[in-house]
């Protein structure tokens, strides 16, 4: 099990030391190696740390007596302090890659493609892809998912938050999956822009338009091994692939309607209906039964003039619903 400070770059000593800290103030390096059983050199050498840091400090006319600093101010600092330092280290591997790409010859074709195998492996490469990424990143999503369920993407809401842009399609029975819609919803609500198409029988995420991972198969029984995809004639084709996907697909998530045309409630109906969901999973969704789902859906039918549930979805993304 990590220690408590391990996530800062700090050792199991140091979090222990500032744990008894924490419950014994005013305690002396004398004190900290009799209760935690540590030699005295050690001690002091890890109490070191702690001051430099900021988890510790002496107390004000004395040497020898230590308290720890409010976990509350003083972690948080620190937290912020690494995440700054790591982000730092970021940017400096992008400026090297771009260095050592600049002297190295022009790749050859079977390096164009590699193979990325294992789960670790792909997780690896999806974070290294959206952490990278500078201008755009576009995403086709569909079962099956690497947890057997779709999980939180939080290297987008990371990337979304600097100003990196999503495009993200989906495949509207998958939506139905338990939690999917509410994390679509909160991807959109950080500035996701989502669309569906009534089946999508493949995946992909392409990162700057420059390099793409797809797996090596679509079928059910094989996610774990994709294909990392540099520059080439093939990316070109899989980014001409999801223009042409995207531009058939139907948004989905409330971006503009005004509370006097639509409910909230409505909106998010009319989401999921124009991405394809059945109403036993609208009701399931919204917790309501499904003879009210199918109530209201005949009545946003009349009123956006729709003969088909497909048609109220389009029409209703014309008028700014969705």
């Given at each position: 099990m990590p220690s408590l400070l391990e996530p800062v770059g700090l050792a199991q000593i140091h979090s222990d030391l500032y744990l008894d800290l924490l419950t014994h103030p005013r305690s002396t390096a004398a004190d900290l190696a009799s209760r935690l059983d540590i030699p005295i050199p050690r001690v002091r050498k890890a109490l070191q740390k702690l001051l430099d840091v900021g988890l510790a400090s002496r107390l004000v006319g004395t040497r020898n007596n230590y308290v720890a600093a409010p976990p509350e101010v003083a972690v948080d600092a620190l937290v912020t302090k690494r995440t700054q330092q790591l982000e730092q280290l970021r940017l400096n591997a992008h400026e090297l890659a771009l260095r050592v790409?600049?002297?190295l010859p022009p790749a050859e074709p079977s390096e164009l493609i590699q193979l990325v195998e294992g789960r670790e492996a792909v997780l690896h490469h999806l974070a290294r892809m959206q952490l990278g990424a500078r201008e755009e990143v576009v995403i086709i999503d569909s079962p099956p998912y690497l947890f057997g369920q779709p999980v939180v993407n939080s290297e987008e809401l990371q990337a979304l938050n600097r100003g990196v842009a999503y495009r993200c399609l989906y495949d509207a029975p998958g939506l139905a999956d338990a939690?999917?819609?509410d994390q679509v919803m909160e991807c959109i609500a950080a500035g996701e822009q989502a669309r569906s198409l009534p089946s999508?029988?493949?995946?992909?995420?392409?990162?700057d338009r420059s390099l793409a991972l797809?797996?090596?198969?679509?079928?059910?029984?094989?996610t774990g091994t994709r294909i990392l995809v540099h520059a080439s004639?093939?990316?070109d084709a899989l980014v001409l692939c999801?223009?042409?996907?995207?531009?058939?697909a139907t948004p989905i998530g409330a971006v503009a309607a005004s509370p006097h045309t639509v409910s909230e409630q409505d909106k998010r109906l009319l989401s999921m209906l124009a991405g394809g969901l059945k109403d036993r999973a609208i009701a399931r969704t919204l917790g309501v039964t499904e003879r009210t789902v199918g109530r209201r859906i005949q009545e946003l039918m009349a009123q956006l003039k729709a003969t088909t549930r497909f048609q109220a979805g389009l029409q209703a993304a014309r008028r700014g619903w969705l």
């Open positions: 790409r600049s002297v939690g999917h819609l999508v029988r493949m995946k992909m995420i392409i990162a797809v797996p090596i198969s679509f079928s059910a029984a094989e004639p093939l990316l999801f223009e042409s996907l995207w531009a058939q």
